[in-house]
């Protein structure tokens, strides 16, 4: 994947299995989940850039811990890196009904 390092690709899978487990991931929990260790100010210079590629996005806050945290969940592009098909006109419509429908248009 063109400019995205392997640190923001484990950003993307760690926001992914949160987001699959029905909840979002906040930094402190990014943080914790990570197998390297950025301090906060770096984890978040790859967050805001990875907001710039369209890849995650906040969603809010929410009190956790006793304090409001900030939390992210994919955005389009970080969607597409695990399914290239998101984002299609028809997500999982198959080539052959999609055209059948269109020339019905």
């Not at 996005?57 to 811990?65: I, P, S």
């Not at 945290?69 to 994919?74: A, T, Y």
């Amino acid at each position: 994947m063109k400019g995205v390092t392997k640190y923001q690709i484990e950003i993307l899978e760690a926001v992914k299995k949160h987001k699959d487990a029905g909840r979002h991931i906040d930094l402190d929990e990014l943080l914790d989940s990570l197998s390297w260790a950025p301090t906060k100010q770096s984890l978040q210079f790859s967050i805001r850039a990875l907001i710039a590629k369209r890849m995650i996005c906040k969603v809010g806050t929410e009190v956790r811990r006793g304090r409001k945290r900030v939390c992210f969940d994919l955005d389009l592009e970080g969607v597409r890196v695990f399914d290239p098909r998101a984002g299609d006109p028809v997500p999982g419509l198959s080539d052959d009904l999609l055209s059948s429908v269109l020339e019905g248009v």
